[in-house]
């Protein structure tokens, strides 16, 4: 009996010690400033889970750090989202610079959290879009629950979300841009986790499954396309950290996990340990230009000035060239960029001491000699022909050739997804009559235009 009453103990015990509880005080407050690092290590198995599990990833990669900075809602550029619904006490953190490219890029993007005792929710969005450069802020009309408190294991869940968030001002709308869809939470696992951050936390570890459609409508055109925008999202919570100790995004198709962002708590971690380490630095001699016309010379200004090798690396890469006998290891490259768009830089600087990198995002935007137009024919549907439409349709700009193209019928649905044909003739002889809309995009393009089938 004695002994069966100290397995019951000890076992009592584990329980207590290992599976832990999130409540609203174990999250993020206005004021907090949390680093974390990157990770590029896509190769470890995260989907694995049970109780009382030891998730061991100390072999995270730093590709990167930054700091997640939670600010108070009117200290963000979108302090104007306290007059249409935004709870006072919104939790605003920058998630990214950038997003996208061209004139469809989305910049400066902040989201809003409400912390309450029953959960923590997502309550609004902030972006700017890179065509109309004014702040554009919605206030969610069904909130998006992310965490529902307390959170314990074998927890689960389902909620829905809906945001809107107008693109323009009072003075100028162009339309709107919307998330739509659901989440399912499961707490899937228990016990400990180690990471190059620290050994052995105590954790929960959720998987929450999202399904969106990001819609976006133009007012001018009346036309509404959808974007699905689906993904499975990994946390190990803990109570000392207030983020997660890890977190991974990805997509999740026939079973197999892809993940796609990877974010680790970690401390300052200086990128070279060794002495006479590199220090990666460079400018350029101009910020923006003509596709196919003007040259970009990169500047290395990298420490030490001797003993180095360098790698640069253009984002996107399509229609870089380097020119003047230079290449991506150049100390000081000379670009052309045959197509239009807005791209980022990064110099990757190594000696006998180690490696250090830099990157400038969105540094350098490039126009299309003739994207203005082209953009002006489609728009006022001269530039596709005919129209009406019996059995195919014609672009008039070759530079179009190889653009995908996204077709939709009345209802906003898509029904063909393709690529603009080299001859410039796109096959509709199936199509039943009615109205369409094509969009067409590209690294240089974003198009909307309509036509009716007949």
Same mark, same amino acid.
């Given at each position: 009996m004695k002994k069966t009453y100290l397995i019951c103990l000890i076992m009592l015990s584990v329980k207590l010690q290992g599976q832990i509880q999130i409540t609203q005080a174990h999250m993020p407050s206005i004021g907090d400033t *949390?680093? $974390?690092?990157?990770?590029?290590?896509?190769? @470890?198995? $995260?989907?694995?889970t049970g109780a009382n599990y030891s998730w061991d990833y100390k072999t995270l990669s730093m590709s990167s750090q930054d700091v997640y900075r939670f600010q108070a809602l009117l200290s963000t550029p979108y302090s104007t989202l306290a007059f249409t619904g935004m709870p006072l006490g919104a939790i605003g953190y920058k998630i990214a610079d950038s997003i996208g490219s061209g004139q469809a890029a989305f910049k400066n993007i902040y989201n809003f959290y409400d912390k309450k005792s029953t959960g923590w929710s997502a309550v609004g969005t902030g972006f700017t879009l890179s065509a109309l450069p004014l702040p554009a802020g919605g206030v969610y009309k069904d909130k998006d629950e992310i965490y529902t408190f307390p959170l314990n294991y074998n927890d689960q869940d389902s909620t829905t979300f809906e945001v809107t968030t107008p693109l323009g001002n009072q003075f100028l709308q162009l339309g709107t841009f919307k998330q739509k869809g659901y989440r399912i939470n499961k707490v899937e696992g228990w016990g400990t986790i180690s990471t190059p951050y620290a050994n052995n936390v105590n954790c929960l570890k959720i998987k929450s499954r999202v399904v969106e459609t990001d819609s976006l409508k133009v007012t001018s055109?009346?036309? +509404?396309? /959808?974007?699905?925008?689906?993904?499975?999202?990994y946390r190990w919570l803990?109570?000392?950290?207030?983020?997660?100790? @890890?977190e991974v995004t990805g997509t999740e198709?026939?079973?197999?996990? #892809?993940? /796609? !962002?990877?974010?680790?708590?970690? =401390?300052?971690?200086?990128?070279n340990t060794l002495?006479?380490?590199?220090?990666?630095?460079?400018?350029? +001699?101009?910020?923006?230009?003509?596709?196919?016309k003007d040259t970009?010379? %990169? $500047? =290395?200004?990298? #420490?030490?000035?001797?003993?180095?090798s360098y790698l640069w690396t253009i984002t996107p890469a399509a229609g870089v060239r380097y020119v003047s006998a230079s290449s991506n290891t150049a100390q000081d490259p000379d670009i052309v960029f045959d197509s239009a768009g807005v791209y980022s830089v990064k110099l990757q600087t190594t000696n006998f001491s180690g490696t250090d990198d830099s990157t400038a995002t969105n540094m350098i935007t490039v126009s299309g000699k003739n994207t203005q137009s082209v953009?002006?024919?489609l728009l006022s549907g001269t530039g596709i022909y005919p129209n009406p439409v019996q059995n195919s349709i014609s672009f008039s700009d070759a530079s179009l050739a190889g653009k995908d193209c996204h077709l939709f019928d009345a209802k906003g649905r898509l029904i063909l997804k393709t690529a603009i044909p080299s001859d410039l003739?796109?096959?509709?002889?199936?199509?039943?009559?009615? =109205?369409? !809309?094509?969009? *067409? #995009?590209?690294?240089?393009?974003? *198009? %909307? #235009?309509?036509?009716?089938?007949?």
């Open positions: *949390i680093r $974390y690092s990157v990770s590029n290590s896509t190769a @470890l198995n $995260y989907k694995s055109l009346s036309l +509404n396309v /959808g974007f699905q925008a689906n993904r499975v999202e803990s109570t000392s950290e207030k983020i997660p100790l @890890l198709i026939a079973g197999v996990f #892809t993940p /796609g !962002s990877i974010r680790f708590r970690d =401390n300052y971690r200086a990128p002495p006479f380490g590199p220090r990666a630095r460079f400018t350029v +001699n101009r910020n923006s230009g003509v596709a196919g970009f010379s %990169l $500047y =290395n200004q990298s #420490t030490p000035g001797f003993g180095n953009h002006a024919s003739k796109l096959d509709l002889s199936g199509l039943k009559a009615g =109205n369409y !809309s094509l969009l *067409i #995009t590209g690294q240089e393009t974003f *198009i %909307l #235009t309509q036509f009716i089938k007949i």
